[in-house]
């Protein structure tokens, strides 16, 4: 069982920056494959990025590519999710996501992936 805290979303001007973080209990996180995904009102979950269990390896959709970037401290079971060069369209709910991985290298990038969810972070860019 894991359970993910997420934090630090928040409003912010277009162009400005976050950074989102998920905070994860249990003994076991670095057998984790982690994700960021986002859901903006009136459409589908989606996923933005996502991190092997080493966290040596990395997956990012193609519209925040050279924008975000994710990584992972496994000392401290977090995984981060920085958020640059914000636009309007990032507006949306961003939730991250845990999926068991029986492969260090293996990245996980759809929520079939994923067993354990966050509750959510509120990330509104204003134009």
């Known amino acids: 069982q894991v359970q993910l805290v997420e934090s630090g979303g928040g409003l912010v001007e277009a162009g400005g920056s976050l950074r989102l973080s998920c905070a994860a209990s249990g003994s076991t996180f670095s057998t984790y494959a982690m994700g960021w995904f986002r859901q903006a009102p009136g459409k589908e979950r989606e996923v933005v990025a996502a991190i092997s269990r080493s966290g040596g390896n990395t997956y990012y959709i193609d519209s925040v590519k050279g924008r975000f970037t994710i990584s992972r401290d496994n000392a401290k079971k977090t995984v981060y999710l920085h958020l640059n060069s914000l636009k309007p369209e990032d507006t949306a709910v961003y939730y991250c996501?845990?999926?068991?991985?029986?492969?260090?290298?293996?990245?996980?990038?759809?929520?079939?992936?994923?067993?354990?969810w966050g509750q959510g972070t509120q990330v509104t860019v204003s134009s």
């Open positions: 996501a845990a999926g068991a991985s029986p492969l260090r290298t293996v990245v996980a990038t759809t929520a079939l992936d994923y067993s354990y």
